[in-house]
């Protein structure tokens, strides 16, 4: 049982990279953008602020979860 919740928050983990990486690179793409004043710039960038704040919950969550006898 304890091998399953460990597997678990590595999953969880790697999620929470992969949304981190996603939302670094929305925010590059997004602020080469903004130079244009795009509305899509403005929306790229907030998904990207979202996306990097649900990782670092994510990866706070799965590290917890790690470390928790």
């Known amino acids: 049982m304890p091998m399953e919740k ?13 949304l981190m990486v996603v939302g ?8 080469n953008m ?6 899509l710039a403005i929306f790229v960038m907030d ?5 990097i704040f649900s990782g670092i919950i994510l990866m706070v969550m799965a ?5 928790s006898v």
Request: hydrophobic share 70%.
């Open 6 to 18: 460990d597997r678990f928050s590595l999953r969880v983990l790697l999620v929470a990279f992969v």
């Open 34 to 39: 903004l130079f244009e004043m795009n509305p």
């Open 24 to 31: 670094v690179l929305l925010l590059l793409h997004g602020s």
């Open 47 to 51: 998904l990207a602020a979202i996306l």
């Open 63 to 67: 590290a917890t979860g790690l470390v």
